[in-house]
């Protein structure tokens, strides 16, 4: 593409996504995310990106998925995603950062410098799948998308509006036909075609009941599991909460980030003593599950709880096909509650690495086992198979022993139920229901496995969060001096206490992190840690802490 064609881009923002606000925006934890009325620019400017990143790749699709997650409706957000399902490569975030803060007037020189130094071929082909969440701004950052992607001669396809993780996944499928049809059609024939395979062949047993209770976040996650719940057949009897309708506000007061974060059930949903209740977050890439007890207590089964039970599961999956060589580990961050932590090491005997918090360093660092399962706390993970696992499991199911076939042949409909590319609620939803299923375990059984540790998250409003550094995965502070030495000091105080901060990287405040032997000590540490960082890191305002 010659020079002289770049200058479309300058005309199509200054016509139509003018930047019109000098506030920095950095792509950070999952891509660019503020007020939607901050965004349209950015957006058009990362359709730009992705038909670079494009042609970087060869022509291989690219994805650009417009949402804020769990954050309230006013906040959108659009995040890059690469030709394997997974997230932007973390060397390009800079790119994209940059790209997004330059002036219009700059604009056309700064895209043909990246163009120039990324080494993009701009004859190739270039090819964006777009796709979006259910807020009312997102159509139009969609409509801004597509002409960043037009206006360097790309092909965009918009698939309007989905979950993030399908958009992944028809990503993975449009660049490895291997993996499924890059469809939602594709996407439910994949994963709810395999739960369904799974449970001809696992009868209902024990304590397992077929009925559960869905809160949507009144997002997409729910209304695509009513499209999903008409083709299940009884296979499992979902209740549908929180779809969008009735005034229901997206993920206020409820939807999975509410659930775990404030430790209470959403509003909007039915209250059944001792009946599981999944709960999605906005845009159905995270699930935790909760029920009440008989005295309306809650009890929360988050990400480390899914991860747990997933592994245990998988382990004896491969024992009963006999796959011993292949190796399995469990990748958690900080915010994993310690005593899942000690079960997943000391009873499963499973390996545990932590990492920092952010998808991509879970995923990445799943990939360097056969079989990793990464979970963040607040429910957002998945598990990941190597073409090695794939092909032993594939071979055992054709030439094992007869009972070593029948484990294998489940175990692969397992894998196919799976969204390898990104932690996904649907799919997540279905391997713990196909778990609890084959058990024949409600919920309080599967709660039994190990009490978890009293938690507490609370955030701090500082002048500048960046000038928080941590090392060791976020475990410990490096900068402002003497923090850490504060922490510590403080922590010493708590029975079985731990707590580190760190600043988001979605929204403009430091997180803290807090656990002890009770709920009172775990609240009491929390709060000392958030006055340590509003007195030592320049906070703002009068109140040290705020609830997370
Ligand atoms: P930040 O804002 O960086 O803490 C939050 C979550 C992450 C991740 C991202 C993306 C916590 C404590 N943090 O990031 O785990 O999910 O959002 O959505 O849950
Ligand atoms: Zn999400």
């Given at each position: 593409?010659?020079?002289?064609?770049?200058?479309?881009?300058?005309?199509?923002?200054?016509?139509?996504?003018?930047?019109?606000?000098?506030?920095?925006?950095?792509y950070g934890t999952a891509g660019f995310r503020?007020?939607?009325?901050?965004?349209?620019?950015?957006?058009?400017?990362m359709?730009?990106?992705?038909?670079?990143?494009?042609?970087?790749?060869?022509?291989?699709?690219?994805?650009?998925m417009?949402t804020?997650?769990?954050?309230?409706?006013?906040?959108?957000g659009v995040k890059l995603?690469?030709?394997?399902?997974?997230m932007l490569?973390?060397?390009?975030?800079?790119?994209a950062?940059?790209?997004?803060?330059?002036?219009?007037?700059?604009?056309?020189?700064?895209?043909?410098?990246?163009?120039?130094?990324?080494?993009?071929?701009?004859?190739?082909?270039?090819?964006?799948?777009?796709?979006?969440?259910?807020?009312?701004?997102?159509?139009?950052?969609?409509?801004?998308?597509?002409?960043?992607?037009?206006?360097?001669?790309?092909?965009?396809?918009?698939?309007?509006?989905?979950?993030?993780?399908?958009?992944?996944?028809?990503?993975?499928?449009?660049?490895?036909?291997?993996?499924?049809?890059?469809?939602?059609?594709?996407?439910?024939?994949?994963?709810?075609?395999?739960?369904?395979?799974?449970?001809?062949?696992?009868?209902?047993?024990?304590?397992?009941?077929?009925?559960?209770?869905?809160?949507?976040?009144?997002?997409?996650?729910?209304?695509?599991?009513?499209?999903?719940?008409?083709?299940?057949?009884?296979?499992?009897?979902?209740?549908?909460?929180?779809?969008?309708?009735?005034?229901?506000?997206?993920?206020?007061?409820?939807?999975?980030?509410?659930?775990?974060?404030?430790?209470?059930?959403?509003?909007?949903?039915?209250?059944?003593?001792?009946?599981?209740?999944?709960?999605?977050?906005?845009?159905?890439?995270?699930?935790?599950?909760?029920?009440?007890?008989?005295?309306?207590?809650?009890?929360?089964?988050?990400?480390?709880?899914?991860?747990?039970?997933?592994?245990?599961?998988?382990?004896?999956?491969?024992?009963?096909?006999?796959?011993?060589?292949?190796?399995?580990?469990?990748?958690?961050?900080?915010?994993?509650?310690?005593?899942?932590?000690?079960?997943?090491?000391?009873?499963?005997?499973?390996?545990?690495?932590?990492?920092?918090?952010?998808?991509?360093?879970?995923?990445?660092?799943?990939?360097?086992?056969?079989?990793?399962?990464?979970?963040?706390?607040?429910?957002?993970?998945?598990?990941?198979?190597?073409?090695?696992?794939?092909?032993?499991?594939?071979?055992?199911?054709?030439?094992?022993?007869?009972?070593?076939?029948?484990?294998?042949?489940?175990?692969?409909?397992?894998?196919?139920?799976?969204?390898?590319?990104?932690?996904?609620?649907?799919?997540?939803?279905?391997?713990?229901?196909?778990?609890?299923?084959?058990?024949?375990?409600?919920?309080?059984?599967?709660?039994?496995?190990?009490?978890?540790?009293?938690?507490?998250?609370?955030?701090?409003?500082?002048?500048?969060?960046?000038?928080?550094?941590?090392?060791?995965?976020?475990?410990?502070?490096?900068?402002?001096?003497?923090?850490?030495?504060?922490?510590?000091?403080?922590?010493?105080?708590?029975?079985?206490?731990?707590?580190?901060?760190?600043?988001?990287?979605?929204?403009?405040?430091?997180?803290?992190?807090?656990?002890?032997?009770?709920?009172?000590?775990?609240?009491?540490?929390?709060?000392?840690?958030?006055?340590?960082?509003?007195?030592?890191?320049?906070?703002?305002?009068?109140?040290?802490?705020?609830?997370?």
């Amino acid at each position: 593409m010659p020079p002289s064609s770049l200058r479309v881009v300058y005309a199509f923002a200054r016509e139509m996504h003018p930047k019109t606000t000098d506030v920095f925006i950095q792509y950070g934890t999952a891509g660019f995310r503020t007020k939607a009325s901050l965004l349209e620019h950015v957006v058009y400017r990362m359709g730009l990106l992705a038909v670079i990143r494009s042609r970087v790749k060869n022509g291989r699709t690219i994805g650009m998925m417009i949402t804020a997650s769990h954050n309230l409706e006013p906040d959108n957000g659009v995040k890059l995603v690469d030709p394997d399902g997974e997230m932007l490569e973390q060397s390009w975030e800079e790119i994209a950062t940059r790209l997004a803060n330059v002036s219009d007037n700059d604009l056309e020189s700064t895209t043909a410098q990246v163009i120039k130094e990324v080494n993009a071929d701009m004859a190739l082909k270039a090819s964006v799948y777009i796709g979006m969440d259910t807020r009312y701004t997102s159509p139009r950052l969609a409509a801004a998308a597509v002409h960043g992607v037009i206006a360097l001669k790309g092909t965009p396809k918009e698939f309007g509006i989905v979950t993030t993780p399908m958009l992944h996944y028809c990503v993975k499928c449009r660049n490895d036909n291997t993996y499924g049809t890059p469809t939602e059609e594709g996407y439910y024939e994949k994963i709810v075609g395999a739960f369904k395979n799974i449970r001809q062949k696992l009868p209902v047993t024990g304590d397992y009941s077929t009925t559960l209770y869905v809160d949507g976040a009144n997002g997409v996650g729910g209304k695509k599991l009513n499209i999903i719940r008409k083709s299940l057949d009884g296979e499992l009897d979902l209740n549908l909460y929180n779809l969008g309708g009735n005034g229901g506000k997206l993920n206020l007061n409820c939807g999975a980030d509410f659930v775990k974060v404030s430790q209470q059930p959403p509003v909007g949903v039915e209250h059944v003593a001792f009946q599981r209740v999944a709960s999605l977050d906005g845009d159905g890439d995270r699930l935790v599950y909760y029920y009440l007890d008989d005295k309306n207590k809650m009890h929360l089964l988050d990400g480390d709880r899914i991860a747990t039970l997933l592994a245990s599961y998988i382990t004896q999956l491969q024992t009963a096909c006999n796959a011993p060589a292949l190796t399995i580990g469990l990748v958690q961050t900080a915010y994993a509650n310690g005593a899942s932590t000690r079960y997943i090491t000391q009873e499963l005997k499973i390996p545990v690495t932590c990492v920092k918090t952010g998808v991509k360093h879970l995923h990445h660092a799943a990939m360097s086992y056969d079989i990793g399962i990464y979970f963040e706390a607040n429910g957002h993970g998945t598990v990941v198979y190597s073409q090695q696992a794939k092909a032993t499991i594939s071979k055992i199911a054709e030439e094992g022993e007869p009972e070593e076939r029948k484990a294998a042949q489940l175990f692969l409909n397992f894998i196919d139920m799976t969204n390898e590319t990104v932690g996904d609620a649907i799919s997540d939803l279905f391997l713990v229901e196909t778990v609890l299923c084959a058990r024949g375990q409600n919920a309080t059984q599967w709660m039994a496995a190990y009490d978890d540790l009293p938690c507490r998250q609370l955030k701090v409003t500082v002048q500048d969060r960046n000038a928080i550094s941590t090392t060791d995965a976020e475990r410990q502070c490096t900068a402002p001096e003497g923090l850490q030495t504060r922490i510590d000091e403080l922590v010493s105080h708590y029975t079985s206490g731990r707590a580190f901060v760190r600043p988001s990287g979605t929204e403009d405040v430091v997180r803290v992190y807090s656990e002890a032997d009770t709920q009172e000590n775990a609240d009491k540490l929390a709060a000392e840690v958030a006055q340590a960082v509003f007195d030592l890191a320049g906070g703002v305002g009068t109140r040290a802490e705020i609830p997370a």
